[in-house]
């Protein structure tokens, strides 16, 4: 295909506090690869973030970057409406975003607006552009489906931890973008997060325990292990319908989807609703004192054994692993 | 307020996946059918605001004859009448093109969907519709009040929750937390005897391009055996996971 001037990748990286968030780079190397499927470049979208240059590294050529403190906060129709105003400035051919809780928000609201149709969760690059096809993940993990993009514009959401980070030696250069603003009747009142800790969307690695820990007063190791890993921290259903976790923590198919690279399953017995939200994790490890559970069946390694005893052991042999490896 | 809950016919979270047809199509056989659950939590929330605040509750589906079992079963929890679009939709655009068709010639003032169906997890129709609509859009939603035309609602987001303030008309994208898993109601005997006398609409649906098309579906690979680690050499689990599966 030859190069076409105007025509371009869009790409949307989030950040979060003027800090690109993993996903960003994670979707700016999913766009440098749908550029290359189209022989063009890679524009990134971005609101408030300081450090565009970072985005070189992931192969954006250029990037558009909407500095606005009315943009502070995260709205989805004011968002979508940088996105959309940036797509007709560069002739987007595709826009790509990640699968986070604000993404997502955003998505269906730049398809109307684009007249373009969306495919989300997809874990691949297009197996071919013409048709544009992409693979997604359909019935909470259990199944792939092929999707065939038919609009001139095409909407890739990427399922996080799919694509990861891939390296390119480029340099990108930063021009002010100056969107108009729609009016918005979503106002935020407050924000409830914890902003010291990894959440779920952003993290590698996921530590979760269920109902085998018998109450919240157990999790302090379960705390700990996540920490030395880096890791955040998830639970079951039932756990967090005891109140013993938040319920932002519940993952499966009805809780918070976990895409991680490693997956660690503490007194988890493994049902199929909770295994369908965690099934795109790359590597899972349980620990459970009933061999029989059916997580091992689910599991890439497994620990027959009491979480009460493993879980400590492990947190010290990790510490260990960390000293010596550093 | 008139409110319009989108109900989605989905397997059952139990069921198996298997597909037919060269695996173009999901294999409904031995499958039973529910509502969404994520459409559960808002028809639930819906109805709270019919028994609190005198809402009227209407339910909708897009899809073919099939999926009226579900929405009776809507009308025994006690929505007050269905409509059922009959149209098997290609993808979420065409759900959500018909949704606002429906919506606006009703004039509700409140849709309240799930933020995504379980079978194809497109999460698009709640905020496309919204957008159709030009009405207001919470998705992901776990609190909703109203007020008059004010609305509070809150919203997951990655690491916590937020809550805003917003108006009518309104479209919401539901989920676990906008009603206590408790309160999650199974139709009774009377439930379901009304249901059969109240009205379900069948339209003819309106729109038909489709801006994406399934082209098949593939299952996962099948997963080779677990490795099992003795529980007092875990030195063994830190070393597997540093060498052989790289994750740490
Ligand atoms: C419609 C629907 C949707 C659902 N959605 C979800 C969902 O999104 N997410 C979800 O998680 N669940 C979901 N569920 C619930 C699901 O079916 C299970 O009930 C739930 O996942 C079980 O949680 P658990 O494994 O923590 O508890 P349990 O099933 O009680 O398992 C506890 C496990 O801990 C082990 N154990 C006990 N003591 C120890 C110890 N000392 N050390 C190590 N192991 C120990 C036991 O052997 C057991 O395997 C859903 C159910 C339905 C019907």
Known sequence: MTKQKNMSVLVYTESEKGKFKKTALEVASYAKAVANQLGTTVTAISVNANDTAELGKYGVDKILNVSDSSLEAFNAKSYAAVIVQAAKQVDAKAVIVSSSADSKYLAPILAVNLDAGYASNVVEVPSTTSPFTVKRTAFTNKAFNLTTINTPIKIVGVSNNSFGLVEANGNASTEDFSPVLPNTEVNIESIDKASDKVTIADAEIVVSAGRGMKGPENWGMIEELAEVLGAATACSKPVSDLGWRPHAEHVGQTGKPVASNLYIAIGISGAIQHLAGINASKVKVVVNTDPEAPFFKAADYGVVGDAFEVVPQLIEKLKAFKASNT | ?248
């Open chain 2, 1 to 248: 307020m008139k409110i319009l809950v989108c109900i989605s016919h989905v397997p059952d979270t139990t069921s198996k996946i298997n597909f037919t047809d060269n695996d173009s199509k999901f294999d409904t056989n031995g499958v039973q059918f529910v509502i969404n659950p994520n459409d559960e939590f808002g028809l639930t929330r819906a109805m709270w605001f019919k028994e609190k605040q005198g809402a009227s509750v209407d339910v909708i589906n897009v899809g073919g004859t099939d999926t009226e079992p579900t929405l009776r079963k809507a009308l025994a929890i006690g929505a007050d009448a269905a409509i059922r679009i009959n149209t098997e939709a290609k993808d979420g655009y065409q759900v959500a093109k018909e949704l606002a068709k429906v919506a606006k010639d009703g004039s509700y003032d409140l849709v309240i969907a799930g933020r995504e169906s379980i079978d194809y997890n497109g999460a698009m129709v709640p905020g496309m519709l919204a957008t159709l609509l030009d009405a207001n859009f919470v998705t992901n939603c776990i609190k909703l009040e109203i007020e008059g035309t004010k609305a509070t609602a809150s919203r997951e987001i990655d690491g916590g929750k937020e809550t805003v303030t917003t108006s009518l008309p309104l479209v919401v994208g539901g989920q676990k937390g906008l009603v206590n898993e408790s309160d999650l109601r199974i139709p009774n005997m009377r439930g379901i005897m009304m249901a059969r006398k109240k009205p379900l609409t069948v339209l003819e649906p309106t729109t038909t391009i489709n801006e994406t098309t399934s082209v098949k579906f593939e299952k996962p690979e099948p997963k080779g055996n677990v490795k099992l680690v003795d529980a007092d050499n875990l030195d063994e689990l830190v070393s597997l996971l540093h060498n052989e599966a790289k994750v740490i």
